[in-house]
């Protein structure tokens, strides 16, 4: 059974960070997109962040323009595990993060095959 596991959601003030994990069982992702997208009360889903496998042990991330400079993803394959560094965070950053893998590598157009039960992160002013 593939299952992913998100944590480190919180409530923190404008400007702090925050570190988000998602840990994946049940196959194996490495040629596969992992990622984040986020959903808001009220707001549609938005992708956040992907990283592509590009070859050998090559990975591409790529980023939503309104976290584009203050987010970074990883990945650690060792140990199933997809990061999100959230800096300089805003109030409209606000939402349930969700972690996804697409098998068909189309994240970025927020086609996915599976997603974790998401975190809540609540950036105050």
């Known amino acids: 059974q593939v299952q992913l596991v998100e944590s480190g959601g919180g409530l923190v003030q404008a400007g702090d960070s925050l570190r988000l994990s998602c840990v994946f069982s049940?196959?194996?992702?490495?040629?596969?997109?992992m990622g984040w997208f986020r959903q808001a009360p009220g707001k549609e889903r938005e992708f956040v962040a992907v990283?592509?496998?590009?070859?050998?042990?090559?990975?591409?991330?790529d980023y939503a323009d309104s976290v584009k400079g203050r987010f970074t993803i990883s990945r650690d394959n060792a140990i199933n595990t997809v990061f999100l560094q959230m800096n300089s965070l805003k109030p409209d950053d606000t939402a349930v993060y969700y972690c996804?893998?697409?098998?068909?590598?189309?994240?970025?157009?927020?086609?996915?095959?599976?997603r974790g039960q998401g975190t809540q992160v609540t950036v105050s002013s």
């Open positions: 996804a893998a697409s098998l068909n590598n189309r994240l970025r157009m927020m086609e996915y095959d599976y």
């Open positions: 990283i592509s496998w590009g070859g050998g042990i090559k990975y591409f991330a």
């Open positions: 049940g196959r194996t992702f490495s040629g596969s997109d």
